[in-house]
């Protein structure tokens, strides 16, 4: 019995000695699945910097950001991203990488940022970016790319963003991009290369939301008329790929690397260049005007039918059927673009692409569309009706003041202040009329011992009959009222002739 105890004992022990260090001594799956020397945090897989030769054999399975850059990495293998179904972002910037190759990419179809800039790549082949359908950023400059072939992104439907400055490409072809359609793409940067001569054409007919991110700065671009006026009028259009980086617009005077020229601040290289030249290039926007709170709607009109029409709205919005995702834009069935409601947010440049098999290219369409609102209520009076009725009150005025007789209390009471007033004794009736007339003198009155003549007084009588010398003189009466003038009377005189105070009459 002693034994049996000792020996159920001695298992208890070795069993719970064993399951501690098991507990222990095994880490979580996560961190097993975390390769040598890298940092594993959640969804992130960060292996940066540590001199790696080749990618380690054991990923975390639910990686979706895998940045392997400052490494020396050489070459990558066929299918060694299958470990990795949920990866969205591969960072591979600043390695060794001299080629991609058929097949390194083929488990990747959730992948959205590629990152292979900074390494040695000299070509990209047609098979070597399959597999990325999901693709919206790829990044490519600063390598040593020389060619790219016809159909290099031919599988790149969902890019938007694609980034080949500072390689040493002499050519690209703007009339497919390389198997690259133009629908989603946004950005196309390949500035600091060495493209000397560009289709013009095949420049100009690039949809207007891609002409704003083509950015071809810092270039040996040749000093061509119709190159210089097509780009000249994107600048005035302010398309910032063109007026952010004017400065670094160069062309070969001389068609000598050494002969560089900023044309677009010394254009006395192309003073001899005709505009038109450059006339037909571009198809021309057409303008359109729209009242807030109507209805609007686009055609897509091409010269050919187009087997798919796609939109852009002036908020780079891509409008495909049904619409715009606020649901104030529609995409009918025709192709064409409806608004019902017009607000000021639809103001700007829609832009109309077309595709199809008969189209020569992808045709493009441009409409300005502006937006007003409507004024409020007229005012009920406006300006000319309120000076019209200001004029003929001010009319009205003047005829009652001509034409209406005076009123009675007015008078009787002018005659009432008249006899009131104490007149001082007058020397002559003569004088008197001078005190009571309009005087203009600049004589003081306070000074009697200047002659009367200095006086000059003007009084306006129209005599009943001429007198002697043609002259008149005043019968006043002692009770002449100044109230009722009629009451002067005119006598002739050959006295007046001779009366002191004539000469002050005129």
């Known amino acids: 019995m002693a034994r049996l105890v000792v020996s159920g004992a001695l298992l208890c022990i070795l069993h719970v000695g064993l399951g501690t260090s098991e507990s222990g001594g095994f880490l979580p799956p996560a961190l097993h699945d975390c390769p040598y020397k890298c940092v ?20 975390l399975v639910t990686a979706e950001d895998l940045d392997l850059s400052h490494n ?3 070459r990558l293998h066929p299918g060694w991203l299958a470990p990795l179904p949920r990866l969205r972002s591969l960072h591979l910037s600043y390695n060794e990488l001299h080629a991609l190759g058929r097949g390194v990419f083929t488990n990747a179809s959730g992948l959205r940022l590629l990152d292979l800039s900074s390494n040695a790549l000299r ?45 040493q490409l002499a050519f690209f072809s703007f009339s497919h991009l390389h198997g690259l359609g133009t629908t989603r793409l946004r950005i196309l940067d390949l500035s600091s290369n060495q493209l000397g001569n560009i289709s013009v054409p095949e420049l100009a007919a690039l949809p207007a939301f891609l002409k704003n991110g083509v950015y071809l700065h810092n270039n040996p671009l040749a000093c061509d008329c119709r190159l210089y006026h097509l780009l000249r009028r994107w600048q005035q259009r302010g398309l910032s790929a063109v007026r952010d980086f004017a400065r670094e617009y160069t062309c070969l005077a001389f068609n000598v690397p050494e002969s560089r020229v900023r044309f677009f601040e010394h ?19 057409e303008q359109l005007h ?13 010269s050919a039918p187009a087997v798919r029409i796609a939109w852009v709205s002036p908020q780079h919005e891509l409008l495909m059927a ?60 406006n300006t ?77 009588l129209e005599p009943g009959r001429r007198g002697l010398n043609g002259r008149v003189q005043l019968a006043v009466a002692e009770d002449f009222d100044l109230c009722n003038p009629a009451d002067l009377q005119l006598k002739a005189s050959s006295e007046s002739a001779s009366s002191p105070g004539s000469e002050g009459l005129i």
Not at 394 to 408: E, S, T
């Open 267 to 285: 254009s006395r290289i192309f003073e001899n260049c005709s505009a038109a030249l450059a006339a037909g290039l571009e198809r021309p926007e």
């Open 123 to 167: 070509a990209l082949g047609r098979h070597d970016l399959d597999g990325l359908e999901a693709l919206e950023l790829l990044l490519l400059f600063n390598n040593r790319l020389t060619r790219l072939d016809d159909h290099a992104f031919h599988g790149l439907r969902a890019l938007r963003r694609l980034y080949l400055g500072c390689n």
């Open 72 to 74: 020396a990495i050489r």
């Open 384 to 460: 000319g009706f309120t000076t019209l009725l200001g004029c003929a009150v001010g009319l009205v005025l003047v005829l009652v003041y001509l034409f209406a007789p005076p009123c009675r209390g007015c008078c009787l009471c002018c005659r009432q202040a008249c006899r009131s007033r104490h007149w001082p004794g007058r020397t002559s009736p003569l004088q008197e009329l001078s005190a009571q007339s309009s005087v203009l003198s600049t004589t003081p009155s306070d000074a009697p011992s200047r002659k009367a003549s200095v006086h000059k007084h003007v009084v306006f």
């Open 40 to 59: 594993c945090a959640a969804d992130l897989l960060n292996c940066a910097g540590l001199g790696l030769q080749d990618v380690p054999v054991d990923l």
């Open 290 to 302: 729209a009242q807030a709170g109507r209805s609007l709607r686009l055609y897509c009109n091409t």
């Open 322 to 381: 049904p619409g715009s995702s606020d649901g104030s834009i529609t995409v009918l069935t025709d192709g064409s673009l409806a608004i019902s409601n017009v607000q000021q947010q639809h103001a700007g440049l829609f832009v109309c692409l077309a595709m199809g098999p008969h189209l020569h290219h992808n045709q493009t369409l441009e409409y300005n569309v502006s937006v007003h609102f409507s004024r409020g209520e007229p005012e009920t009076f």
